[in-house]
């Protein structure tokens, strides 16, 4: 596969024209949009968007109105990456019977955690495994906020939702969150990577060279949503950082399996003292607040033993240890 | 236009529909197996493996996901078809309102055969009668041939700019889809030139222009979005308004077919068999109106008046024409090969029963379900229909208006 050498500079991505506009209806803050953006600058061409239901779908198109400056389809809530399988035949043919005006069109799907590690994933593993070429983007922000903040399989552990609410004997959810890109990974897919929209730059060109790669791509994006993590919508970036800075959410890619991380991660691995503790990054979000009741105390202690575990696991991937 | 130079072929509903759409310059295939529909999967596979055809065929890991892509094929501006029966469809459901909600003319062929639970493979029409209101049009062919010409068909009425519908073939489990028969076959490029190439009704677009209505990073317009109560209902009036529309385009392709093929099922919509002086008549989709002819014309040999009225549609219903034809029928069976559990009989009885209601003189109406699960249909099962129905005429009485055909009791 070939990396792209594009490094984007502030002044070209704010002279692009806006593909995904204002205008739409999400929620002041909002991480997904801003992802959406974001990938939506990395563009290279003529490209086709389909997403997934959820909140990104639903506050982007309401009829007859539409933030997509794209040729863009909706059709269900478990099968974005079937939506792309079809665009994607449906090109190629054209293009073979000569009935397609472009020599190249990029396909990206967006969807978010519900759509992807929960409802959608046997459609996204059924797609990558056939090898459609095209750009999955996942908009993570850990649970289904479009229907009111109920848990998914991406909700992480200890965090309350409307259906793993905490309650007076029960923590918020007891499961730990899916790892949905190393999933992907072990799909032999030729690119995955992981992001933050606190990092635009390195977002930016992960999304072009999946976008580049030939065959199927997987974006993971982490999207801080302030209605559903409860915390005040000036603090989106902040917390997206965070996230990245306490190794909750380490940045990433691997390029035909191979495991590298990313710049904004590789210093936490080459000077571990600057990690950051995992019960700052809690204490900012409500969704957490129970945790911090003596009763539920211990609860942050698993999160940061299971932040250190897969922390350690993603560096032996990478070939970096913690001592090296 | 004469009737075009064919060759006969012997081959099975299932392998009838694969060459239908080979014929037919379809661009995407996106398919699950599922018996008794897996011929027609296979059958497409091999001709691409081959290099028989341009289609890019998708053997996708659901039919969920199979109905989505041709769905999104479509609206990328592709020619698009697939094939399922039973659970296959029955996971699609949610997607066929997708289909035609978002203007989709997808071909769908279904093998039709029984649900689970208990699970069963052969023949019955509960799978697709139970996707009546889906706003597919729904074409149900009585043999092979039919098939196969249906088939061609469809991709024309579906693609019709006033239409703009997707259609199912609904051809019967085994009896048709894996029982060889002489099939009748136009020349591809016959076939080419009928079904040509697809065209696409002009919308309002982004920039309040009027761009053609498929995903065209030229031309960008939104497919899918939300549409809330200030809007959805129009949009549902609209395909309701395009299924009226229907009856008369698919009559018009039906005759334009015709006379290339030489072939013609009553008048597109609906087949009178020996109607026009009938007392006594069954109504019926399928292949089981084959059998029925036999047992009309036995029974015509003894000098009773009966009839047979097939529906080669049942969406859109042919409301008009259904009762033009039974005008002069007295008794009148109706044949359900599916049952609404707690209602009243099955759906193509209530759909009769109500065709009936503005009639000028009203029929007994009495309503058999038979052959669930694949339960053999034979000619003397169907005699004893009509021997109920002399009865019924004679003493304009029925004893019981939903029966059970060919049960154990
Ligand atoms: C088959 C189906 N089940 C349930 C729903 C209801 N539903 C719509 S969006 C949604 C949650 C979406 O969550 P996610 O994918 O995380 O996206 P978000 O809203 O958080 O952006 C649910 C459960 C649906 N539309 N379709
Ligand atoms: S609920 Fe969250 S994800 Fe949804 S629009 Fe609001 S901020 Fe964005
Ligand atoms: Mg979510």
Sequence with gaps: ?324 | MAVAQQKTLAMNGDEAVALAVKQSDVDVVAAYPITPQTIIVERLSEYVANGEVETEFVCTESEHSALTACLAASATGARTFTASASAGLALMHEILYVTSGCRAPVVMAIANRALSAPINIHCDHSDSMVERDSCWIQIYAENSQETYDSMIQSFRIAEHLQVLLPVMVCLDAFVLSHTLENVQILADETVRKFVGVRQFPLVMGHEGKEVPFKLDPNNPITMGPLDLHDYYFEHKRQQEEAMKIAPRIIKEIHEEFSRISGRKYGNGLIEAYRLEDADIATVCVGSTAGTTKTVVDHLRTKGTKAGLLRLRTFRPLPLTEIMGALENVKALAIMDRSNSFGGSGGPIYHEIRHSMYDAPTHPHIVNYIYGLGGRDMPPTTILNIYKDLQEILQTKKVKRDVQFAGVRQ
Aim: net charge positive; with cysteine.
């Design chain 1, 1 to 324: 596969m070939t990396t792209t050498s594009w490094k984007p500079t502030a002044k070209e991505i704010v002279e692009k024209a806006e593909l995904f506009t204002s205008g739409h209806r999400a929620c002041a803050g909002c991480g997904p949009a801003i992802a959406l953006r974001q990938v939506m600058k990395a563009t290279r061409g003529p490209t086709i968007v389909t997403n997934a239901t959820g909140c990104m779908e639903v506050v982007s198109t309401i009829y007859p109105y539409t933030a997509w400056k794209v040729p863009w389809i909706h059709t269900a809530f478990e099968n974005v990456a079937a939506n792309a399988s079809g665009i994607e035949a449906a090109l190629k043919a054209m293009k073979r019977k000569g009935r397609l005006a472009h020599e190249n069109i990029d396909v990206i799907a967006f969807a978010g955690d519900g759509g992807t590690f929960d409802i959608g994933i046997q459609a996204l593993s059924g797609a990558v495994e056939r090898g459609h070429d095209f750009l999955y983007v996942l908009y993570d922000n850990e649970a289904y906020m479009n229907t009111g903040i109920q848990r998914s399989g991406s909700t992480p552990h200890g965090a309350s939702t409307t259906t793993s609410p905490a309650g007076r004997v029960i923590p918020g959810k007891l499961q730990y969150k899916k790892p949905i890109a190393d999933i992907m990974v072990a799909h032999e897919i030729p690119y995955v990577a992981t992001a933050s929209i606190a990092y635009w730059q390195d977002l930016l060109v992960k999304a072009r060279r999946g976008l580049e790669t030939e065959g199927p791509a997987f974006m993971h994006i982490f999207t801080p949503c302030p209605r559903g993590w409860r915390y005040d919508t000036s603090k989106t970036i902040e917390i997206a950082r965070l996230g990245v800075e306490t190794c909750i959410f380490p940045l990433w890619e691997t390029i035909d399996g191979e495991y590298n991380l990313s710049p904004q991660s590789k210093i936490f691995a080459l000077k571990p003292e600057r990690k950051k503790k995992i019960s700052g990054y809690l204490k900012m979000q409500r969704r957490f607040k129970h945790l911090f009741r003596p009763k539920f105390k211990h609860v942050i202690d698993e999160i940061q033993h299971r932040v250190d575990e897969r922390w350690n696991r993603l560096l032996k991937r990478c070939n970096m240890t913690q001592s090296d």
